[in-house]
């Protein structure tokens, strides 16, 4: 069983309906001990940096996630579910995110932002998150985001200077881009990593 972090961010019924796809049952759950328990983890996020770390701690899903490490369970961040996950984030002042990867997410210096629509991705060596969609396009929606590589396997994207596109690092993974509004090459990434659980 698949959840999906319900934690007042995110656009919970898109990634419930793509989630689905992969053939797992997959629940909306703001229910600590279910989202511990479920074989994966979805951490969406939609907004601000700040507005998403008030959400998520609401719920205790800042412990739930380190938990989640701990107990090698497989846990994924999209979006600002991927940026919070980071240890601080700057947008509209200075915060403090999980702290699961030391890096700042920060405004992109591009001339048009939000980076809003379709961009290709540098893959990382060794991804499977990846897997038979190394050369798509993905949909992002963000003006901030993390300027160095961290993790395992970093996947980078450029719009304006390169910036983190995807992480995989044990069982944890994260997207900047949403997989679930990425057409095809969004439900085979979602398929990859519902396959590794």
Not at 60 to 81: F, H, M, N, S, W
Request: charged letters at 20%; hydrophobic letters at 45%; glycine letters at 12%.
């Amino acid at each position: 069983m698949i959840a999906i972090l319900d934690y007042g961010s995110g656009n919970l019924r898109s990634a419930q309906r793509a989630f689905e796809t992969s053939g797992k049952e997959v629940v909306l759950t703001s229910d600590y001990d279910i989202a511990l328990n479920a074989d994966g983890l979805v951490v969406p996020g939609v907004g601000a940096f700040a507005a998403c770390m008030q959400g998520l701690a609401g719920v205790r899903g800042d412990q739930l996630v380190r938990e989640r490490i701990a107990l090698k369970r497989p846990t994924l961040g999209i979006c600002v579910g991927m940026q919070i996950l980071f240890s601080h984030g700057v947008e509209h002042g200075n915060h403090d995110g999980v702290g699961v990867w030391d890096a700042m997410v920060e405004k992109l210096e591009a001339p048009i932002l939000p980076h809003m629509g379709w961009n290709t991705v540098s893959v990382g060596s060794g991804s499977s998150l990846f897997k038979g969609v190394e050369n798509e396009s993905f949909y992002f929606v963000h003006s901030y985001a993390v300027k160095k590589k961290v993790g395992a396997v970093a996947t980078m994207a450029h719009h304006g200077e390169d910036f983190l596109a995807a992480v995989e690092d044990g069982v944890i993974a994260a997207t900047q881009f949403h997989p679930e509004k990425s057409g095809d090459a969004g439900l085979h990434l979602i398929k990859n990593w519902v396959d590794g659980l």
